[in-house]
């Protein structure tokens, strides 16, 4: 079933590509990525521009999981999970953003009580340094970004310890993007660390690769495909290891809306998991996931000119 899935999105992105086999010179432009984890990649956001928005991601579960099985069904979960996002060109090639998550899990439990999760993340802010412009006659657009984890997390009876727990970390990161015609490319990979924060708990180390397909309709809708994969290292409670090492992949189509005049620009993308194993025993593992991304820009000046 994993691999017919993984042969679904691959045909989807080929024949997306094949409808540009003979498009002529004066083609719309793709908007990006529009995943909740993902980055510019290899773009920057030009000098003066301001860009304020976030993700919405809705997720439902059902049973617990241990490795790459379900165990039983004794576990429902509902995630509706908010990401605020902010971003600013400093200069030309160079611009911050800042992410700020806020999460809402309930989990509706057979055998016990049912346990509800709600609180704000940690803060994560990036310096996104662009290496290569495709614009200027590089083979294709490459960035970096590099940042600090702010401990704004909450802690309580309340609060995931795997959403922020008031710690700090740090995060690095290379992107790149291509564009052919109407089709855009991006890939983007990223590693955190992370120091003991509350309840006595250091998450692991965290590694994403995102990959993202977009094909240009026209001037205002993109059609295209994602894919988001995510790894975590052990984490540890009072100085032991917690056996929960995980892997997830999921990926799937998506559409986006672009409106030039306004500086809006909003997309929807569902995913199902291609591949899932957890170490441990894994309550609220997504059997899918629907991600809507607002942006609206601005124009501020730079202070740098």
């Not at 993340?121 to 490459?142: E, I, Y």
């Not at 569902?270 to 441990?280: D, E, M, S, T």
């Amino acid at each position: 079933m994993n691999w017919i899935k993984v042969q679904l999105l691959i045909g989807l992105m080929v024949l997306c590509c094949a409808v540009t086999a003979f498009a002529e010179d004066n083609y719309p432009v793709a908007w990006g990525p529009s995943g909740a984890t993902f980055g510019p990649s290899g773009l920057s956001m030009p000098a003066g521009k301001f860009a304020v928005g976030g993700n919405l991601v809705f997720g439902d579960s059902n049973g617990l999981w241990r490795n790459s099985k379900r165990l039983n069904g004794n576990t429902k979960g509902t995630k509706i999970n908010e990401i605020f996002k902010l971003r600013y060109g400093i200069w030309d090639g160079l611009d911050v953003r800042v992410s700020i998550p806020v999460y809402n899990v309930h989990l509706d439990k057979t055998n016990t009580s049912d346990k509800n999760l709600y609180g704000v993340g940690d803060t994560t802010v990036l310096l996104h340094q662009r290496l290569l412009n495709q614009r200027d006659g590089d083979p294709l657009s490459v960035a970096f970004d590099l940042g600090p984890v702010f401990p704004t997390g909450t802690v309580s009876e309340h609060s995931s310890d795997l959403a922020g727990n008031a710690a700090w970390g740090v995060m690095g990161g290379i992107g790149a993007t291509y564009f052919l015609y109407a089709n855009r490319f991006d890939t983007e990979v990223n590693y955190a660390t992370f120091a003991e924060g509350g309840h006595d708990y250091k998450k692991g180390d965290r590694f994403r690769w995102n990959l993202s397909y977009a094909y240009a309709l026209n001037d205002n809708w993109d059609i295209g495909a994602e894919s988001s994969i995510e790894t975590y290292a052990e984490s540890e409670k009072n100085g032991q290891m917690q056996n929960d090492a995980s892997f997830e992949w999921y990926a799937g189509p998506k559409v986006a809306y672009k409106y030039k005049p306004w500086g809006t620009f909003a997309g929807l993308t569902l995913k199902a998991p291609i591949n899932r194993w957890y170490q441990g025993t894994k309550a609220c593992s997504d059997d899918y996931r629907v991600e809507f991304k607002l942006i609206k820009t601005f124009d501020l000046g730079s202070l740098f000119d």
